[in-house]
């Protein structure tokens, strides 16, 4: 049931991130989701594009985390960690993603405004060049998120096991301290 926890734990953080993300990002650029993305929400609403998009991509990142992270907390004879104790460990990873979509924002906007960086293909036909830049801004906030989440999921994974085995470790240093 903890394992159940865990993953539903993942999907609800990186669906509530996604939401926050698309209603910062459909603001930024409503083009980025309403030429980018396929026209399934039938809206131009930036609240509802965010919202709609929030959801849609992001459930299945927090599906890929929670799966093997609910692994990590739970399986083998090593003490278990419940989903409350990695409340605030996802609340980090989630915080972190945003700072390095801030960051990648910055630098985006920085290199589509110096022309260092520009669409091609049908995009760069499709989004009006008034909005190509913004464009690019969101496009470089969506894929660092994505992968600021993929290295910084790989790294709460790893610190649950790390942190499971120095649990098991004092544990036993306890026992043979108590023995003596």
Excluded at 24 to 37: K, N, S
Excluded at 58 to 68: D, K, R, S, Y
Excluded at 73 to 79: D, E, L, N, T, V
Excluded at 162 to 170: A, T, V
Aim: hydrophobic letters at 55%; charged letters at 10%; a positive charge.
């Amino acid at each position: 049931m903890e394992s159940l926890k865990i993953v539903a734990l993942s999907i609800f953080a990186a669906i509530t991130y996604g939401i926050i993300h698309d209603q910062i990002t459909a603001r930024i650029c409503v083009e980025y989701f309403t030429i980018g993305h396929p026209p399934i929400f039938g809206t131009d609403s930036p609240t509802l594009l965010g919202l709609g998009w929030g959801i849609v991509a992001t459930w299945w990142v927090g599906l890929l985390l929670g799966i093997p992270l609910s692994l990590m907390a739970q399986i083998g004879s090593m003490p278990k960690i419940g989903a409350a104790s990695l409340i605030k460990p996802i609340a980090v990873l989630m915080m972190g993603s945003a700072i390095v979509a801030c960051i990648a924002g910055v630098i985006g906007f920085s290199l589509a405004r110096t022309h260092s960086i520009w669409l091609v293909g049908s995009m760069a036909t499709k989004v009006p060049q008034s909005r190509q830049e913004l464009f690019l801004v969101d496009l470089w906030i969506h894929n660092a998120s994505y992968l600021a989440s993929f290295i910084g999921g790989m790294a709460l994974i790893y610190w649950t096991w790390r942190r499971r085995y120095l649990l098991m470790h004092r544990a036993m240093q306890a026992r043979v301290h108590h023995k003596l």
